[in-house]
């Protein structure tokens, strides 16, 4: 926890970005009937029967100091979506970057092990050597600042019926332009000195 909050201390460095990121899933939802529409009075209305159309990811990242973030929408979850997440990020996000200070959790396929599943060992070496990591701690999900963009996204945009891929795609690019334009910077306020007092059960307890 006092890891991830060191970094958040941190001036801006471009040369040194600060990205946090995280990911989610969603269902896609197809209506089995059209809605009724708006009408004087009354507000649009769903039948409750639904077709499914499968299941998403999400990749969401952020850039806390400068007030940026981006989605990205694919079919699946797994360690070679990941590992091509993170080269787009080294590459064509912040080639001129001399490391990406990475903040997420430590799911399984979070690691630089996914990137030599991707690609050849000199590759995977390459962008690994880009990135300085920083896992949250178990239960600590919440030091993350994309799980944060996540619910603001979850509360925005995904809290209701997408029926498909293409749709997806469309709404979170309208929701990323909209709050890169109103979200602005994000400041972190909870600091180890705050740790060490509230969370003070959470630290061994020493004996002379």
């Not at 972190?188 to 020493?206: G, V």
């Amino acid at each position: 926890m006092e890891d991830v909050l060191e970094v958040y201390t941190r001036p801006y460095d471009p040369l040194r970005p600060q990205i946090c990121m995280d990911e989610t899933s969603k269902q896609l939802l197809r209506d089995s009937q059209q809605p009724l529409p708006i009408e004087p009075g009354q507000p649009e209305r769903q039948d409750y029967e639904y077709e499914r159309g499968g299941v998403v990811n999400l990749f969401l990242f952020c850039e806390p100091l400068q007030g940026r973030r981006w989605v990205e929408v694919t079919e699946q979850r797994t360690k070679i979506d990941w590992a091509y997440q993170i080269k787009e990020l080294v590459d064509k996000r912040y080639p001129q970057a001399e490391r990406i200070v990475l903040v997420m959790d430590n799911l399984n396929t979070h690691t630089p092990a996914s990137l030599y599943e991707a690609f050849e060992p000199e590759e995977a070496r390459r962008i690994a050597e880009k990135l300085e990591i920083h896992y949250t701690p178990k239960h600590g999900s919440w030091l993350n600042m994309a799980e944060i963009e996540l619910s603001v996204l979850s509360r925005q945009c995904l809290d209701r019926r997408v029926p498909d891929f293409e749709s997806l795609q469309a709404e979170v690019e309208a929701w990323q332009e909209r709050r890169d334009a109103t979200g602005g910077k994000i400041e972190w306020r909870f600091r180890t000195e705050d740790a060490r007092i509230k969370l003070k059960r959470l630290y061994p307890s020493l004996q002379e």
